[in-house]
């Protein structure tokens, strides 16, 4: 399947951050690399601003509906802010872009779907409640003849080849959650097993808060995360594994559970989200245990308050999710939809390591 990928806002961030990793006495040939990064970073961001259209004022009369699956969702609140900001800078209507909140229930999703058809919208912005829902969502919006556009939680495979096998106007913006798994492993894993190894056992003693088990990136996050480690040769050990669904209340319950009863044998906390982080530092600290000192904690999405743990060392690292390039290849997409110029099926970005050596960059480009 073709894939075309979006060139981040973060770009230089991420030269940047891999600059810093670098030896201090490079060789001809790595500087050389260096350089062509820079340039490669160069030409993907004029080709990007190549293609993002301009304003365009017959857009205003057009309706978009937007589907989130939950308002309260950390992330979701950053993504549909910058969504509509960015549709209205566009050229589409504030009075004609309307966001609905699935309240995390794909029956309450599914009738806002079945209302905004029945509205007659112009084009469909979904980030769907399950994402096995995906067939039965595109069958009725396809039906209805409205391009669609999935944001945030990715369809199968078989569901996107399928688009692409009946040449659909359908298409998914997102990143790939594998990648997000791997960056939260490598955060762990270049610590080395003499730091994260507080019980002298030479293992890798972590516990596990995943999100949605609906959710394919909790999936991806959960097994990358940890094969992360395992391919830097480091063997783990697995005390706990809970479902936190993304809630910060639900997994500082989980995780004070598990300081309970496995007390200084954990080592590391993997979490899914960064919300879900938040709470797993606070019954970190509650327990009278130091991030960095004698235990390790990661995330995923790069919220404001994470970034702020990281920058004060209360968090060992998160991935940023970017909820920016995110939202406005989403809002391309349906401009090429609308403007019949189309789109590849599937549309992806990076995410972005974040540790305390490039924090303050990630803090500055997202404020």
Known sequence: MKRKLVSLVLATAMVTSSMMAMPVFASDDTAAEETAAEETTDETADETADETPEANPELADKKVGVCIYQFSDNFMTLFRGELESYLEELGFSKDNITIQDGANDQATQS????????????????????????????????????????????????EEKRWEDNDWDVTYVGCDARQSGTMQGEIISDLGLDAIDKNGNGKVDYIMIEGDPENVDAKYRTEFSVKALEDAGLEVNQLDDQVGNWDQATAQNL?????????????????????????????????????????????????????????????????????????????????????????????????????????????????
């Not at 769907?128 to 199968?156: C, F, G, H, Q, W």
């Not at 994470?306 to 999710?321: P, R």
């Open 111 to 158: 009738n806002q779907i079945d209302a905004f058809i029945a509205d007659g919208v112009d084009l469909l912005i979904i980030n769907p409640v399950n994402s096995s829902s995906a067939e039965s969502i595109t069958d009725k919006v396809v039906a209805a003849n409205i391009p669609l556009v999935y944001i945030n939680r990715e369809p199968s495979e078989d």
């Open 255 to 367: 995780v004070a559970n598990d300081l309970s009863q496995f007390g200084d044998d954990v080592e590391v906390v993997f979490c899914n989200n960064d919300a879900m982080a938040l709470g797993a530092l606070q019954s970190i600290e509650a327990a009278g245990r130091t991030v960095g000192e004698d235990i390790y904690l990661v995330g995923v999405d790069a919220l404001s308050e994470a970034l702020d743990n990281v920058e004060a060392g209360k968090m060992t690292g998160t991935v940023f999710n970017d909820h920016i390039s995110q939202s406005h290849a989403a809002a391309d997409a349906a401009v090429n939809y609308l403007t019949g110029k189309g789109n590849d099926h599937y549309i992806g970005c990076d995410y972005v390591k974040v540790t305390a050596d490039n924090v303050a960059d990630i803090k500055e480009m997202t404020k």
